[in-house]
């Protein structure tokens, strides 16, 4: 379902001293052998804001001389969504009346940077190389297919976001999207809990953040988001709660690249309110956010960053979906599906 409306649409609480001592213990290792450093440069300026932020990018070390042999029992064909990697060639290849859709080194740059890498000339004829086993300077599906443990690098091959308020039903609609549509669920806000939970560096800095309902540094969350996406290379990811501001979104963008769709839950607070109450008193000392002090001030954050965090993909032209989630779960999920079955017979040709 989540494939067929994709293809058819086509404030830091942290000194800055705790964001590089953060940021320096998040930095991502691509399993393939190329690495990449997603940090962020802090410097104090004279009235105490933050100075310039740079962020680096390096995909290298991919050998100049011969191609990579990847059988049937590769990433690519075992523990990859095939169909979202057949999606992902779909939307950057090109059509040709005698062979179909093929990609050529320029839109294979495209599709890189779309997934948030960055390569250099260099890695990129390499990276072309390697993936053109047929010599004929095009890359056809198959080929992409084989060689997408390489080009994507540990990359997912899409994002889906799923925003909405605190008790909106995020977490509800993205374990049953995963569950009978096969995508990777990863939730921003049960990351940083992990963390709180295991009491590593970064889960005791942001302890005393998370219980006044207030939101995490957006470069520690984006840096933290993105190692995790590591671990499942070609698949379609669910970010559910993400991202919460306009900074989180421009961050995930620039190191993630541009979500494939956003799914928007929308309902009035009271009904937000009512759900995070009950919520609370039924899983009592599962979540320390679930109380009526916190909730006020989770939606007060929630209303001061949500709309110009949507305008702004908007104006990224990333489909948003609106859904009324003031019903139950299952007719939130009926309207998605309503969705999906309108659009399957377009879908069905891109």
Known sequence: MIRTIANSCRSSHFSFERHSQIL??????????????????????????????????????????????????????????????????HKFAVDCDVSGKYMDKERLGDLL???????????????????????????????????????LGGSPASIILIVGGPGSGKGMLSKRLEEECGVVHLSSGDLLRDEVRRGTVLGNQVREIM????????????????????????????????????????????????PELALHLVCDDTYLIERIIKRGNEEKGTRDDDNIHTALTRLRTYHKYHHSTMEWLREQHIPVVNLDCSGSPENVWEQLSAIGRLMRPVARHK
Do not use: W, Y
Not at 133 to 142: A, C, H, K, Q, V
């Open 211 to 258: 219980e006044k309902g207030e939101l995490v540094s957006s470069a520690v969350i984006v840096t933290l988001v993105r190692r995790i996406m590591r671990n499942h290379p070609g698949k379609r990811v669910l970010l559910d709660g993400f991202p919460r501001s306009q900074q989180n979104a421009e961050d995930l963008i620039e190191l993630c690249g541009v």
């Open 113 to 151: 940077r779309a997934i948030g890498e960055n390569p250099d000339e260099a890695t990129l004829d390499r990276l072309f190389t390697v993936a053109d086993e047929s010599g004929d300077g095009i890359i056809e599906l198959d080929e992409f297919l084989r060689s997408s443990d390489i080009i």
């Open 24 to 89: 320096r213990s998040l930095q991502i290792q691509n399993v393939s052998g190329r690495t990449r450093h997603a940090a962020r440069h802090f410097s104090n300026s004279n009235d105490g804001s933050s100075g310039t932020r740079t962020v680096s990018h390096r995909v290298s070390d991919i050998s100049p001389e011969g191609s990579v042999d990847l059988p049937l029992g590769s990433k690519a064909f075992v523990d990859c969504d095939r169909e979202a990697i057949m999606d992902l060639f």
